[in-house]
């Protein structure tokens, strides 16, 4: 087979060397965007355009393929290899290394084949390469959405050599760019304190975004960048790279520019501890990476990922959302049944639809009384609940609710009946003291068996309790104790099997349990990528709900995520703020409680029923609809954000004071996205009861051009204060 192989490749060499003029080309576009292959006269595949959508497929034959000059004057073969592989002739980071059975770490990719398909929403191109010298074959794949102007590409890596080979690199693509600047925008993050948004230029050499913490691995930084050609990256114009890597596990992003200026993009799983045996025949899956080039900034291309998102990508984008009251904040772990069926009477009160029973109602021989016990045995606490789940789920439908529950199945307390049973299902050396964080462990999800358990977590609550209509599923702790008792001698496999698993069972809840929606949750934003939203209809932005740090934190999630994926909860945090402050910045997204309706007075109550009543009336616009970052926080001292529906007749306008300077100079917010030739009755909603609004044009009908041009005056001087309204086009 593999003599097969090497014939068949060489005999594709030997035809594509024939002719310049008959080299093949490949060309995977969007409606704006071209991103154009070509193989070249030695056989190999080239980048040769990636930019915006050329207008005359004649030029397309005008493209030729990079190539530097050598030192000595010579010309080099070095190009922009598409999926470049350790060894060969390029001087920079390859796409692939790979280790073969002889010992040889080169491998050189030629061209086979190539075809393309209809997919849902776009079109589909495979692309077939192979070594000269080994049986050893990957196919890359690219799908186009042409509306959205969304690409997403993965790589199939496969061989058939007679023993299993080693992979130490295996980026999911690689991207090229050859612009006189490059400035990468990234997005740090800790615990209460995600996507914080900082910019800097790309040099000569390597700029690398890693993370190596296995589970919540997106806890210091997230899998999402942006770099602006050119210039900085701005939010109405100018030319943008915006990418991200659906793993939720360890990735790396390289940015390399080269002795010439040209800079490479390379996104993929952090090959970090993680060489992998790959047996023959088994074929290593990439994770996707979802790319838009925008020419209109980043606000453009935020809206197409978003929508993209909607349509294809997140679980049940096209569906609405559940408003929820969580009792975290209010009880932490100390209630009861009756405290609870009191609060689900609170959330029917309040207006929303769902009441969600957060940590603390698990454990018997070691009870969830804190976060040192009881993770892995998921049985209610008897003497607390002694109804169990069905009560609850029983007080939820007699008030009028719905009723969700937190999980946290991948973890466990080494104080449990689980670690008792068990403790070869956790991720920890044989050897050494072990490093708990937070009190517990990893379980190795690698583990065929560990993944039947924590499936049957969810498939039991769920049998046993059909009123369950929603899981938020926590994962608190990155990987310690790095060490498989599974895996044993293969420990370059955890941190890739252990993702793998994960998706294992998701898949398998969502087979079997597809209307069950479901936050994904990990500390906060720690888990916040496109393959895990396969599953999950939201996500928590952070632990921290302060409104002003959240004006900051959804602020940077909007750059790749639509409002409908992101959680947002009105609770006590920051005080100082008032409870329509606090409400009015988790109204631009997903809208939650967690705090007891008993702290607010009956003006305060009254404010939040009308803003919930007022969120679920607008929830197709605010969820759905366009969004347009208009006042950047990064920029000012305030913030400003307007949703428009698909007609262009409705749109919802956020305004928030942060802490203004004193008499500063304040200038009306220009809406986008409005249809010019309409004309939008204006109107201040979620106003504190008997409160009048002070909007000037309160109440009047203004043209979309006038609000686009000229705008609304929504800012003020007073720290902490917001403004909502709600516009609505008039025959």
């Avoid at 491998?107 to 086979?112: D, H, N, P, R, S």
Wanted: glycine share 6%; proline share 5%; with cysteine.
């Amino acid at each position: 087979m593999k003599h097969t192989l090497i014939v068949a490749a060489a005999t594709l060499l030997a035809i594509n060397t024939t002719n310049a003029s008959e080299m093949k080309q490949i060309r995977i576009s969007t409606d704006r965007t071209d991103l154009v292959l070509k193989v070249a006269e030695n056989g190999r595949l080239y980048q040769s355009y990636f930019g915006e959508k050329l207008l005359n497929e004649a030029d397309l034959n005008q493209l030729g393929w990079s190539v530097h000059a050598a030192s000595d004057g010579s010309v080099s073969r070095r190009g922009w290899e598409v999926y470049s592989g350790s060894g060969n002739e390029d001087f920079f980071e390859p796409a692939l290394a790979i280790t073969h059975n002889d010992g040889n770490p080169s491998t050189w990719l030629y061209y086979v084949s190539h075809s393309t398909r209809e997919v849902e929403g776009g079109v589909q191109t495979d692309i077939v390469l192979r070594d000269d010298q080994y049986p050893v074959e990957v196919t890359l794949h690219y799908v186009a959405y042409p509306k959205e102007n969304v690409i997403k590409t993965w790589s199939d890596i496969r061989h058939e050599e007679k023993k299993p080979i080693l992979l130490s690199a295996y980026a999911s693509t690689m991207l090229y760019f050859s612009r006189p600047a490059y400035y990468l925008t990234e997005f740090s993050s800790d615990w209460a304190k995600e996507a914080q948004m900082s910019t800097l230029p790309l040099q000569f050499g390597k700029k690398v975004i890693d993370t190596k913490l296995g589970s919540r691995a997106a806890m210091h930084t997230h899998p999402f960048f942006i770099v602006g050609l050119d210039q900085p990256a701005q939010e109405r114009q100018g030319e943008v790279l915006m990418g991200t890597l659906a793993w939720t596990g360890n990735f790396r992003f390289t940015f390399e520019v080269d002795n010439v200026g040209n800079l490479r993009v390379i996104p993929g799983i952090n090959p970090y501890a993680s060489t992998y045996k790959l047996k023959r025949n088994e074929t290593f899956t990439t994770p996707e990476f979802i790319f838009t080039l925008s020419t209109e900034g980043t606000g453009q291309g935020s809206r197409d990922l978003q929508t993209w998102a909607r349509n294809y990508q997140l679980k049940d984008g096209k569906g609405p959302r559940l408003t929820l009251l969580n009792n975290w904040e209010n009880t932490a772990f100390d209630f009861d049944q009756e405290t609870l069926a009191e609060l689900m009477r609170e959330a029917k009160d309040l207006g929303v639809d769902m009441f969600l029973l957060d940590d603390g109602w698990f454990g018997n021989k070691y009870p969830r009384k804190d976060d040192k016990a009881g993770l892995g045995d998921w049985e209610v606490t008897h003497d607390k609940l002694p109804g169990g789940i069905g009560a609850l789920t029983d007080s939820a439908r007699e008030a009028g609710v719905k009723f969700g529950l937190w999980i946290e199945p991948e973890m466990v307390n080494p104080k449990s009946e689980l670690f008792e049973r068990h403790p070869e299902w956790a991720i920890h050396y044989p050897n050494r003291e072990t490093y708990y964080y937070r009190n517990q462990l990893v379980l190795d999800m690698s583990n065929p068996a560990v993944q039947e358990y924590v499936y049957g977590v969810v498939d039991q609550l769920l049998k046993e309790n059909p009123g369950i209509a929603y899981f938020k599923w926590d994962c608190n702790s990155p990987i310690t104790n790095i060490y498989s008792p599974y895996l044993k001698a293969d420990q370059g496999q955890l941190y890739i099997d252990h993702v793998r698993g994960i998706y294992r069972v998701l898949q398998r809840v969502h087979d079997n349990y597809p209307q069950v929606a479901m936050m994904l949750c990990s500390g906060g934003g720690a888990r916040c990528d496109y393959e895990a939203l396969k599953y999950f209809t939201e996500f928590w932005c952070s632990d921290n709900t302060d409104p002003v740090e959240r004006i900051y934190i959804q602020w940077g999630f909007s750059q790749f995520f639509p409002a409908k994926a992101m959680c947002a909860h009105v609770t006590s945090w920051n005080r100082k703020a008032s409870i329509k402050f606090r409400t009015d910045v988790a109204s631009m997204c997903k809208l939650g409680f967690d705090l007891g309706l008993k702290e607010l007075n009956a003006d305060e109550l009254l404010y939040c029923q009308q803003a919930v009543a007022n969120w679920k009336r607008l929830q197709s616009v605010i969820l759905d609809g366009d969004q347009y970052r208009l006042v950047s926080p990064y920029e000012s001292n305030h913030m400003a954000v307007n949703y428009v529906n698909a007609d262009g007749d409705k749109a919802v306008l956020f305004a928030y004071d942060i802490y203004p300077r004193y008499q500063e100079k304040l200038l009306p917010v220009k809406l986008q996205g409005l249809d010019p030739h309409k004309f939008y009755r204006i109107e201040e909603i979620n106003l504190m009861p008997g409160v009048a609004s002070a909007l000037p044009t309160n109440g009047k009908v203004l043209s979309g051009d006038y609000l686009m041009k000229v705008g609304l005056d929504v800012l003020g001087f007073t720290p902490m204060q917001s403004c909502v309204v709600e516009l609505t086009a008039v025959k």
